[in-house]
């Protein structure tokens, strides 16, 4: 599965400091579908350097042990070229952090050549979504509703606050044909239930993954993404009729269990099955 594929079904994005290199590996075997290197927020003015230095190492050929993207520092930061300069031969793909706009993302993917991940985290990222989403270079999009809250001055855990927000990264990702948008992160690491509440929420809007702060928050997030096994058997049912010619993915439709399967509801099971 090619590093693109690998981001677009990813359920868990694991961040971890750039600056605490004794983590990386513990992080890479929580079972994280994606290891966020943390260049930005959890890395202070200070230690920049020294992290970028650490994440270099990391990447070099054979020491991977999954898949990493790296949270580079903002366009406009004195970090930010050095950073691009010292990483894109990894092909790593970057998160973008404060993403506002398709030109800076463009720009980015020129001047870089690596797959991005935009973080819509200020106002001017929702309202842009459609056209971030549909950059040239982006595989997905992710939500970053703490520094957003600040913008809006809401509480971050409020929830109507952030439907219109969910809703528009879900619409975007649609449109431009990637998959659903990544969750924010849930603060709370001792409250498994509300990380679970959170998760499900989201999963209800049609996000189809989830930014962790902390390795045990990863199995859990897991455990909701994963189609249930009564989604798992009609998915395949479908899948089934349509290796059989009982149904074609180009038109027409069938009954199966009683519901009426046309190529939208093919498309479904064929995403229910990609996330196995």
């Known amino acids: 599965m090619s590093v693109h594929a690998q981001i677009g079904a990813a359920r868990s994005f694991l961040f971890v400091p750039a600056s605490r290199a004794d983590r990386f590996e513990k992080a890479h075997a929580s079972g994280s579908d994606v290891v966020v290197l943390d260049l930005e927020d959890a890395v202070s003015a200070g230690d920049k350097s020294t992290a970028l230095a650490s994440v270099v190492q990391w990447l070099e050929p054979g020491r991977r042990q999954s898949v990493s993207i790296v949270r580079i520092n903002a366009v406009n930061s004195r970090w930010h070229e050095n950073e691009i300069d010292s990483l894109r031969r990894f092909g790593v793909p970057l998160m973008v952090p404060k993403t506002d706009s398709p030109v800076m993302v463009e720009a980015l993917h020129r001047r870089s050549g690596l797959p991005l991940v935009p973080l819509i985290e200020t106002p ?65 690491l001792d409250d498994p239930a509300r990380l679970i509440d959170d998760v499900m929420h989201a999963q209800a809007m049609g996000l189809t993954g989830k930014l962790c702060i902390h390795p045990r928050q990863v199995d859990l997030v897991h455990d909701v993404l994963r189609p249930s096994e009564a989604d798992i058997a009609w998915a395949r049912r479908v899948a089934a009729a349509v290796d059989a010619g009982w149904v074609s993915e180009g038109g027409g439709a069938v009954a199966i269990d009683g519901e009426m399967v046309d190529p939208p509801v093919i498309s479904r099971a064929r995403t229910i099955l990609a996330r196995l």
Not at 128 to 144: D, N, P, T, Y
């Open 124 to 188: 001017a990222g929702v309202f842009r979504a459609e056209s971030i989403a549909a950059a040239e270079g982006v595989v997905r999009v992710a939500l970053g509703h703490i520094d957003l809250a600040a913008a809006l001055r809401v509480d971050p855990d409020s929830r109507d606050a952030f439907l219109y927000t969910r809703s528009q990264l879900v619409l975007a990702s649609a449109g431009a044909g990637i998959a659903g948008p990544v969750d924010g992160v849930t603060t709370s």
